[in-house]
């Protein structure tokens, strides 16, 4: 079992950058695809981004692609997103999530995730 906190969110004018991270407790981090989903007021969680346990691979919602990076530390157990050039519309609350066993495109599917974290609010102001 592993658990997931993120911390990094805020409010941003558009145009500007975050990085939220996400710690993850635990010995076992390195066999966890991880995730980021994020999800608006009265709208369902949503696909950000993936990657897999090495970090050799990572997966893009078609809406931030270009715009945002996601990385990991398997020595630290920390995953990050390096959001740039934001948008009104990237507003939302973020969450980290972890996929045991789980590779390839299928990361883009919140149901492949077993552990979340509490989220964090990213505000995006125009």
């Known amino acids: 079992q592993v658990q997931l906190v993120e911390s990094g969110g805020g409010l941003v004018q558009a145009g500007g950058s975050l990085r939220l991270s996400c710690a993850a407790s635990?010995?076992?981090?390195?066999?966890?695809?991880m995730g980021w989903f994020r999800q608006a007021p009265g709208k369902e969680r949503e696909f950000v981004a993936a990657?897999?346990?090495?970090?050799?691979?990572?997966y893009y919602a078609d809406s931030v692609k270009g715009r945002f990076s996601i990385s990991r530390d398997n020595a630290k157990n920390t995953v990050d997103l390096q959001m740039n050039s934001l948008k009104p519309e990237d507003t939302a609350d973020y969450y980290c999530?972890?996929?045991?066993?789980?590779?390839?495109?299928?990361?883009?599917?919140?149901?492949?995730?077993?552990?979340w974290g509490q989220g964090t609010q990213v505000t995006v102001s125009s």
């Open positions: 999530a972890a996929a045991p066993f789980v590779m390839g495109p299928k990361l883009v599917n919140r149901d492949e995730y077993a552990y």
């Open positions: 635990g010995r076992t981090f390195s066999i966890y695809a």
């Open positions: 990657i897999n346990r090495s970090g050799a691979s990572t």
